[in-house]
């Protein structure tokens, strides 16, 4: 498990990351030194749909102003944030990658947010939470770094009080067929475990999970891709510099990691799902 996690975070670690978002930011006129948290919007949502999937999540998951909500992998924070600023909740991360711990709390006391988003290092398959601990918990584009779902449903349930709602937005397996790498989260096959809704259903049933709202995403995952594609290619044929994206996070070969996943969406195979669980 030692060598799958840190395989896991050797992948994700993209030297110079923060200071290349706020060089791409400051180029389009962004002012660095008053940055907000709505500046960061397009390099700080790390999954399918950006900030539009995370807005259509949060809103599913009933949040009350000051409820505890844990983030697992919560990346450089742009989900913790918006659940912060959009629904008043007091956010913890947990994320296995250090340097993007970092980066999210960074990112947060730029925007001024130190005091309602804290991040922390930590694998989402052992957490260093107390029983009983949040309010709520939600996890965006992780689960396929997962090997054990089980587990993850359990630390889940264990560190959630009776009631809570877990948000689940992965990328999953809907049918048969091969996948080619890299993609966004695993360099090669030793580091993906992409499962099915099913497995995600019978984990979260043994850990004691009920259901309330299951929606495949794979038509609003190709559309996102496709916008993408559009936009730099319009930013091309005029000669300017692509919009920032989240291809600013998947480091150098964020081309053929997008092209990859594409393929996998537009073939059936793959498809970003959402998944309400009521804790009992
Ligand atoms: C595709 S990114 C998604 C980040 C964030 N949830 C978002 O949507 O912006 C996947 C994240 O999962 C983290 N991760 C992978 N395996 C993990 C584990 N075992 N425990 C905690 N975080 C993990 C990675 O470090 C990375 O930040």
Redesign the pocket.
């Known amino acids: 498990m030692a060598s799958v996690?840190s395989g896991?975070?050797r992948h994700?670690d993209v030297s110079g990351l923060e200071q290349n978002i706020l060089a791409v930011l400051a180029d389009t006129g962004v002012d660095i030194a008053r940055l907000r948290a709505g500046d960061l919007e397009a390099v700080?949502?790390?999954?399918i749909g950006g900030i539009a999937a995370?807005r259509e999540l949060i809103g599913q998951m009933g949040l009350k102003p000051g409820a505890r909500l844990l983030?697992?992998?919560?990346?450089?924070?742009?989900?913790a944030r918006f659940a912060a600023n959009n629904a008043g909740a007091d956010v913890t991360g947990?994320?296995?990658?250090q340097s993007?711990v970092d980066i999210a709390t960074s990112l947060s006391k730029r925007v001024g947010m130190a005091d309602k988003v804290r991040f922390m290092q930590?694998?989402?398959?052992d957490m260093p939470f107390s029983n009983k601990s949040f309010d709520t918990a939600m996890?965006?584009?992780?689960g396929?770094?997962?090997p054990d779902k089980k587990k993850l449903m359990s630390e889940a349930a264990r560190v959630l009080k009776p009631g809570g709602i877990f948000a689940v937005?992965d990328v999953m397996r809907l049918k048969a067929g091969a996948l080619t790498y890299p993609l966004?989260?695993a360099s090669d096959e030793s580091t993906s475990f992409v499962a099915t809704p099913d497995d995600y259903r019978s984990a979260a049933a043994a850990a004691g999970f009920s259901v309330t709202a299951e929606r495949p995403r794979g038509a609003f995952a190709i559309d996102f891709f496709a916008t993408i594609r559009a936009r730099m290619a319009a930013a091309q044929a005029e000669g300017k510099k692509p919009p920032p994206g989240v291809n600013l996070?998947m480091g150098e070969n964020a081309r053929t990691k997008i092209a990859n996943l594409t393929a996998a969406l537009e073939g059936g195979i793959l498809a970003p799902v959402e998944l309400l669980l009521r804790l009992g």
């Not at 983030?71 to 742009?78: F, H, K, N, Q």
């Not at 947990?94 to 990658?97: N, Q, S």
């Not at 996890?139 to 992780?142: E, G, K, Y």
């Open positions: 996690e896991i975070a994700y700080d949502e790390f999954h995370t983030d697992i992998g919560s990346g450089v924070g742009g989900p947990i994320d296995l990658t993007y930590g694998s989402a398959l996890i965006l584009h992780v396929m770094n997962l937005y966004p989260w996070i």
